[in-house]
């Protein structure tokens, strides 16, 4: 969150969910998800790398504006 909040001056809000759940909505719209299947998860995998993610949110942060 920290590195969102940094990078795009935005403060996420998290949301409970399912235990394990890791959804990354836009406006709405999922842009990312925790992957993986039963035994990655168990193991705590899956998550989606920070930085592309921030990437990613920066990129339609900048779209948004044009």
Request: zero cysteines; a positive charge.
């Amino acid at each position: 969150m920290a590195l969102v909040k940094k990078r795009l001056n935005i403060a996420p809000i998290l949301t409970p969910g399912k235990t394990g759940q890791f959804d990354v909505l836009v406006d709405g719209n999922r842009v990312a998800e925790r992957g993986g299947n039963f035994f990655t998860r168990s193991f705590g995998a899956g998550y989606p790398d920070l930085d592309s993610l921030v990437e990613q949110l920066v990129e339609k942060s900048a779209s948004k504006t044009v």
